[in-house]
Nanobody, 121 residues
């Protein structure tokens, strides 16, 4: 069974950096795409980054473009989200998800429990 576990959230100062991990079990990252979402209070869950297996590129939503990057380590079946120049509006619960290749949350079958990221002085 597919299982995803996020870690690495916490409190960071504006302008700071933070990296999140998503440990994946049950599938191989060689063939199974993983996406990142976030949800702020009172807002819809937003797809922020996904790897496009068809052409090998990474999609970034405009709000995180040039600030967030995506990497993976297939040897340990872990996906990473590296965040820099963090702003208060980046605050929210961050999730990794599997089971689709879109940025529509309703299309995903598997979710982690989420990890809280708070950007505040």
């Amino acid at each position: 069974q597919v299982r995803l576990v996020e870690s690495g959230g916490g409190l960071v100062q504006p302008g700071g950096s933070l990296s999140l991990s998503c440990a994946v079990s049950g599938v191989s990252l060689d063939v199974y795409p993983i996406a990142w979402f976030r949800q702020a209070p009172g807002k819809e869950r937003e797809g922020i980054l996904c790897f496009k297996p068809g052409d090998g590129t990474t999609y970034y939503v405009d709000s995180v473009k040039d600030r967030f990057t995506y990497s993976r380590d297939n040897a340990v079946n872990t996906v990473y989200l590296h965040m820099s120049s963090l702003q208060p509006e980046d605050t929210g619960v961050y999730y990794c998800a599997a089971g689709s290749i879109t940025n529509n949350a309703a299309a995903y079958s598997y979710w982690g429990q989420g990890t809280q990221v708070t950007v505040s002085s």
